[in-house]
Nanobody, 128 residues
Framework: QVQLEESGGDSVQAGGSLRISCTAS??????????VAWFRQAPGKEREGVAS????????YYTDSVKGRFAISQDVEKKTVYLQMNNPGPEDTGMYYC???????????????????WGRGTQVSVSS
């Protein structure tokens, strides 16, 4: 079983910075293959993909709205994936979820239905 737990969510002013974390426990996919992603959901809105990282080599992917502002990274030894949020705006407010899948295609498609493992979320609130 794979369990994911997010942490680091907080209130931050627009233009500031914040880093949230996703720590995994339990079985890790063989050979480090698979994908870990961040999704977010604002009140009254559908959940959307934000960024993903291919576990075997750390290759990142970002949705256009956060490209150049957010950075995803991983620490394999700590079994942790990070999302560094630079220059966030109110549009970045939401509950941020960590998700994992043994498949590679969802890494760039960010289709939540293909991610079987999810954390419970961490709240990020950006004020202007």
């Amino acid at each position: 079983q794979v369990q994911l737990e997010e942490s680091g969510g907080d209130s931050v002013q627009a233009g500031g910075s914040l880093r949230i974390s996703c720590t995994a426990s339990g079985y890790i996919f063989g050979r480090g293959r698979g994908c870990v992603a961040w999704f977010r959901q604002a009140p009254g809105k559908e959940r959307e993909g934000v960024a993903s990282i291919t576990s075997v080599d750390g290759a990142p992917y970002y949705t256009d709205s956060v490209k150049g502002r957010f950075a995803i990274s991983q620490d394999v030894e700590k079994k942790t994936v990070y999302l560094q949020m630079n220059n966030p705006g109110p549009e970045d407010t939401g509950m941020y979820y960590c998700a994992a899948t043994p498949y590679l295609n969802p890494c760039t498609a960010l289709v939540e239905g293909y991610f079987p493992y999810w954390g419970r979320g961490t709240q990020v609130s950006v004020s202007s």
